[in-house]
T-cell receptor, first 114, second 115 residues
Framework: SQTIHQWPATLVQPVGSPLSLECTVE??????LYWYRQAAGRGLQLLFY??????ISSEVPQNLSASRPQDRQFILSSKKLLLSDSGFYLCAWKEGWDRNSPLHFGNGTRLTVT | RKEVEQDPGPFNVPEGATVAFNCTYS??????FFWYRQDCRKEPKLLMS???SGNEDGRFTAQLNRASQYISLLIRDSKLSDSATYLCVVNSINAGGTSYGKLTFGQGTILTVHP
């Protein structure tokens, strides 16, 4: 069966510090991978998605970037965090070959920028 | 216009009530549709996919209206445990017309079921 791992679960970082969140998927090949962010009391905002290694689509032009160095690994990064980067970051995957397959989420990372 | 729109609510209903949520989408080329449930401070979990002919799963019924570009979720005989935020998700094709990988969420509808 497929599993998704996302870490860390919580993170407190000072403004201006770098960020690296990692997500890995097991039990499937060539998945679509996603990073979403949810601010407190708000909906899910799509940040990046990837349909293959090295293919990243950016939905929100901010100080964040994403990379997919391996088929089942998706990394979200920032060189300098802003206060507005605080939120609940969710990684998700879906079957890449089936456009009707649903998203499956990791447990999320709760980031507080101080 | 937002790609996916939901009435944020909140909907406050008594146990046993029937409640319905709608979700509209702007991209007529959208191909797949889902309803998710999110509990407070948790990740969203799939409630059900939405099929063209409509589908039912126990007390939950989902419908798709392509002509009017909306999907709906009906919950019958509401339980206290149904209290959550309900999110609709719609896919759409990318700018290059080559991928349906983009999945966009509505802002969610808050449901509270009270005794």
């Amino acid at each position: 069966s497929q599993t998704i791992h996302q870490w860390p679960a919580t993170l407190v970082q000072p403004v201006g510090s770098p960020l690296s969140l990692e997500c890995t998927v097991e039990g499937t090949s060539n998945p679509n991978l996603y990073w979403y962010r949810q601010a407190a009391g708000r909906g899910l905002q799509l940040l990046f998605y990837s349909v293959g290694i090295g293919q990243i689509s950016s939905e929100v032009p901010q100080n964040l970037s994403a990379s997919r160095p391996q088929d089942r690994q998706f990394i979200l990064s920032s060189k300098k965090l802003l206060l507005s980067d605080s939120g609940f970051y969710l990684c998700a995957w879906k079957e890449g070959w089936d456009r009707n397959s649903p998203l499956h989420f990791g447990n999320g990372t709760r980031l507080t920028v101080t | 216009r937002k790609e996916v729109e939901q009435d944020p609510g909140p909907f406050n209903v008594p146990e046993g009530a029937t409640v319905a949520f709608n979700c509209t989408y702007s991209n007529s080329a959208s191909q797949s549709f889902f309803w998710y449930r999110q509990d407070c401070r948790k990740e969203p979990k799939l409630l059900m996919s939405v099929y063209s002919s409509g589908n039912e799963d126990g007390r939950f019924t989902a419908q798709l209206n392509r002509a009017s570009q909306y999907i709906s979720l009906l919950i019958r005989d509401s339980k206290l445990s149904d209290s959550a935020t309900y999110l609709c998700v719609v896919n759409s094709i990318n700018a290059g017309g080559t991928s349906y990988g983009k999945l966009t969420f509505g802002q969610g509808t808050i449901l509270t079921v009270h005794p």
